[in-house]
């Protein structure tokens, strides 16, 4: 199954977790922006959505072991 279609990297850890994979979190530091403005608007968070209803759609229909 093409899990990095359309913009699922942005679940890459939910898709890890379904798949069997044990998934930790990790401190980072974060710095302000140096350059440039955000991209993200309502149309990104909107599209965002879309792609978490679909691919929650499809981790329910696939067995945690098809891998």
């Keep these: ?28 530091e974060h710095r302000p922006r140096q350059y440039g403005r955000s991209r993200y608007g309502l149309e990104r968070y909107g599209r965002a959505l879309a792609d ?9 229909k696939q067995k945690p072991s098809d891998g």
């Design 1 to 28: 199954m093409p899990w990095l279609e359309r913009d699922f990297h942005r679940y890459l850890p939910l898709i890890a977790w379904r798949l069997g994979y044990r998934i930790i979190e990790l401190e980072v």
């Design 52 to 60: 978490l209803w679909i691919l929650v759609g499809r981790l329910r």
